[in-house]
């Protein structure tokens, strides 16, 4: 069966359990904030399972300034949601890996079918792929050390024939993580999706070259480290996300996250940084683009 004959995906355990926790959600940011791109989320868990749904979602992004969002896969079922999900509307594109806690279901026929997902024109980086050292031990399920470095060095090579963009999952890994990079060999662009090191793991990123792209942990209150990561990066190295439906902003913590939610994070992160909120969102809304290979609409 071809990639783009699949049946539809079954809805999967992290989208039940994201519909299960489903609050009030928060409001728009009163103001448009125009140019944004979304450079990570999950639209499936926000409860985007169909044309219909998924339209709706992007709408209400775009009612705030959200011209384009990358949905992105963790497991084989959601990265065949994902690949299909990006045709359905053009202002969504796809990435697709197999994630950390889950290398262990990386065999041959998923390879080739993530390689033959990750070729297509509207899947534009292979991702999320990285190490999670925090589920070792806590999940009966989670990879071992040993499987995640396998499933890390293959998606790393296959970014690089492929010649796409990398997405970085890491959770408490830091330097393992920065080492296996190292070994293998990163492709031309890196992205180190949801950042969340303190200011030396953003300095090594940075000299690396590597994008580093900021959710809405950077607005917590706990979250200082973040910030002064957020005031360091040079303006062509930086992205922001959602990773929808999780990591609302401030004030809206721990209530379900959508794309739309994207302009608190990028205010925040312009306040930080000193600069204005258009110029903000004109800086990580090219970087985006730049990176993905996302056309100006």
């Known amino acids: 069966m071809g990639v783009s004959d699949a049946p ?19 409001p728009p940011d009163p103001a448009p904030l125009a140019g944004l791109i ?27 300034g959200v011209r384009a969002v990358v949905t992105v896969a963790d497991d084989i079922v959601d ?11 053009d202002r969504v594109y796809a990435a697709v890996a197999i994630h950390p806690t889950h290398a262990g279901e990386l065999d041959d026929a998923t390879r080739a079918e993530i390689e033959e997902m990750a070729a297509a024109d509207r899947v534009v980086a292979v991702g999320e792929t990285g190490l ?28 690089k024939r492929l010649r796409k963009p990398l997405m970085i999952h890491n959770r408490d ?4 993580l920065l080492d296996v990079l190292a070994a293998e060999g990163a492709p031309e662009s890196v992205i180190m999706h ?34 002064v990561a957020a005031a360091l990066v040079p303006d062509d190295q930086l992205l922001v996300e959602t990773d929808a439906p999780f990591l609302t902003p401030h004030p809206y913590r721990g209530q ?40 100006l609409r």
């Open 79 to 89: 990265a065949r949601w994902a690949h299909r999900a990006a045709q359905w509307d």
């Open 194 to 227: 949801c950042f969340s090191g303190d200011r030396n793991v953003a300095r090594e990123c940075i000299d690396r070259g590597y994008l580093l792209s900021f959710s809405g942990t950077v607005t917590f209150a706990n979250s200082d480290e973040l910030r």
């Open 256 to 295: 379900p996250n959508q794309s739309y939610c994207l302009p608190y994070t990028a205010r925040h992160i312009a306040e930080t940084r000193g600069i204005g909120e258009a110029e903000l969102a004109e800086i990580v809304g090219a970087n985006a683009r730049r990176v993905y290979g996302i056309p």
């Open 38 to 64: 979304d450079a990570h989320t999950h639209l499936a868990a926000c409860g985007g399972r169909d044309p219909e749904s998924v339209r709706a979602i992007v709408d209400h992004a775009a009612s705030v």
């Open 173 to 176: 890994a830091d330097a393992d």
């Open 132 to 159: 999670d050292y925090y589920w070792i031990g806590r999940s009966d399920t989670c990879a071992t050390k040993e499987q995640q470095y396998e499933a890390f060095a293959w998606h790393i090579d296959l970014a």
């Open 8 to 26: 539809a995906a079954p809805e999967t355990e992290s989208s039940k359990a994201a519909r299960r926790r489903l609050r009030k959600q928060p």
